[in-house]
């Protein structure tokens, strides 16, 4: 992925700045997956991560959450599929953590930018023929400016109770 190594090495310089360890670690994707370029990517990812033990904390927030569920219910998703993203998920070799998931992406980059923080937006993510960019960028203000609590209902009520359901 072009700009691949320059978020690694940003990576590295931030947690040698905070005086956190860093392993940076490179993983092939299969380009012609099925599930697709973007799936396989987030697979390769999960595996590398995972492959180091203990608890692995993602940084998706209620946004992407509120994403994930009107994703999969336009794809015809049941009650798991529906659930979304689980605040904690076992995987054989540990677990994967999101503790963001009840927090707005604008409260994120708030906090951000009141701190200094610096990060790296991933350019696919403006990439609009992706499904989950054309519902972040077009869809999901829609339903903001006319519902405004449609991103924490979805991410709340629809994946919360799906997400409790037996």
Not at 49 to 66: I, K, P, T
Request: a positive charge; aromatic letters at 6%; hydrophobic letters at 45%.
């Amino acid at each position: 992925v072009p700009g691949a190594r320059a978020w690694g090495a940003h990576c590295a310089a931030v947690c040698a700045a905070l005086g956190v360890p860093c392993t940076v670690v490179d993983v092939s994707v299969d380009r012609a997956d099925p599930a697709g370029l973007e799936a396989a990517a987030r697979a390769a990812r999960r595996a590398a991560l995972l492959e180091q033990g203990g608890v692995v904390a993602l940084a998706h927030h209620r946004d992407d959450q509120a994403e994930t569920v009107l994703f999969r219910a336009v794809r015809g998703a049941g009650i798991k599929g529906l659930a979304a993203m689980r605040e904690f998920q076992p995987d054989p070799q540990g677990f994967l953590w999101r503790p963001l998931l009840a927090t707005p992406r604008t409260e994120l980059e708030a906090y951000a930018r009141r701190h200094g923080l610096v990060w790296i937006e991933d350019p696919s993510n403006a990439d609009r023929t992706h499904a989950r960019n054309y519902l972040r960028h077009d869809v999901m203000p829609q339903l903001t400016a006319r519902f405004p609590g449609s991103a924490a209902s979805l991410a709340g009520s629809v994946a919360g109770r799906c997400g409790d359901a037996p």
